[in-house]
């Protein structure tokens, strides 16, 4: 950054806060972490259930492919 730059950040005041909005923010702040969020634990289940089901069918087309081609190579043989 530039000088000039650094030097009016420097002369910016210090940010404060209202106690009465600090207190009010403090107060949601607690409540929403005290509050279990109800669609986390769901989704993460739904994510689950959709990476297994998506391992299971390309494991199974790697198998049926890997069968296919053994059958091709020894018929030939």
Known sequence: MSESL????AELPAAELEPERAERIRKSCRARIVRPAPHAFSSRVTCAQVWQAL??????????????????VYRLS
């Open 55 to 72: 391992v299971a069918a390309l494991g199974a087309a790697y198998l049926i492919g890997a069968i296919i081609e053994a059958v091709r």
């Open 6 to 9: 650094m030097r009016l950040l």
